[in-house]
């Protein structure tokens, strides 16, 4: 069973960081697709950050050169790194893994929320 556990999340003033962990269980981060998805109050959750198998990432246009995606392999736990936090940051972030075999598998961790605010 693919578990999913983020933290990091917390209270932060504008132009501050944070950085979120995602540690995972039953499935290596390595052969899998990660991704980093946030939700903010009244709208629909959206792709931040993600992480392929083979190391290939991608950003929201929204925290490209703010936000940094990473993965530690030996604690198979990825990572994001979010630097010059702005107000419209705050959201819950999630954490999520893909796989695909015959089918394709997706599994989405509780979130962690993350309030940017003076």
């Known amino acids: 069973q693919v578990q999913l556990v983020e933290s990091g999340g917390g209270l932060v003033q504008p132009g501050g960081s944070l950085r979120l962990s995602c540690a995972a269980s039953?499935?290596?981060?390595?052969?899998?697709?990660m991704a980093w998805y946030r939700q903010a109050p009244g709208k629909e959750r959206e792709l931040v950050a993600g992480?392929?198998?083979?190391?290939?990432?991608n950003y929201a246009d929204s925290v490209k050169g703010r936000f940094t995606v990473s993965r530690d392999n030996t604690k198979n736990t990825v990572y994001l790194q979010m630097n010059s936090l702005k107000p419209e940051d705050t959201a819950v972030y999630y954490c999520?893994?893909?796989?695909?075999?015959?089918?394709?598998?997706?599994?989405w961790g509780k979130g962690t929320l993350v309030t940017v605010s003076s």
């Open positions: 999520n893994l893909r796989y695909s075999t015959f089918y394709v598998y997706q599994y």
């Open positions: 992480m392929t198998s083979g190391g290939n990432t």
């Open positions: 039953g499935r290596s981060v390595i052969f899998s697709d």
